[in-house]
Nanobody
Framework: QVQLVESGGGSVQAGGSLRLSCTASRGSQDINDVIWYRQAPGKPREWVAGFSGHGNADYKASVRGRFTISKVYAKNTVYLQMNDLKPEDTGVYYC?????WGRGTQVTVSS
């Protein structure tokens, strides 16, 4: 069973950048289906970014143009580059693959 480990979270000021990583424990092809979610305090978990069936990147409207999802098969890793961060991007970011979830990484953006 694949395990997912997120890293790269932190605290930044508005306008800053962070790069999150999600590394899968096995199987480079699995990372095609990795999805990023986030959960803000007191709110439900929401989808942020992933890849479509054709391999194109899809984004939540509020992050499109600021976030970029990418993958490196050799490292079994999916990245989420986050630029021009806003306070509303604050939350715990999780990666998901099928029924598996990572433990999440905290992103805090101050104004």
């Amino acid at each position: 069973q694949v395990q997912l480990v997120e890293s790269g979270g932190g605290s930044v000021q508005a306008g800053g950048s962070l790069r999150l990583s999600c590394t899968a424990s096995r199987g480079s092809q699995d990372i095609n289906d990795v999805i990023w979610y986030r959960q803000a305090p007191g709110k439900p978990r929401e989808w942020v970014a992933g890849f479509s069936g054709h391999g194109n990147a899809d984004y939540k409207a509020s992050v499109r143009g600021r976030f970029t999802i990418s993958k490196v098969y050799a490292k079994n890793t999916v990245y989420l580059q986050m630029n021009d961060l806003k306070p509303e991007d604050t939350g715990v970011y999780y990666c998901n693959l099928g029924f598996q979830w990572g433990r999440g990484t905290q992103v805090t953006v101050s104004s």
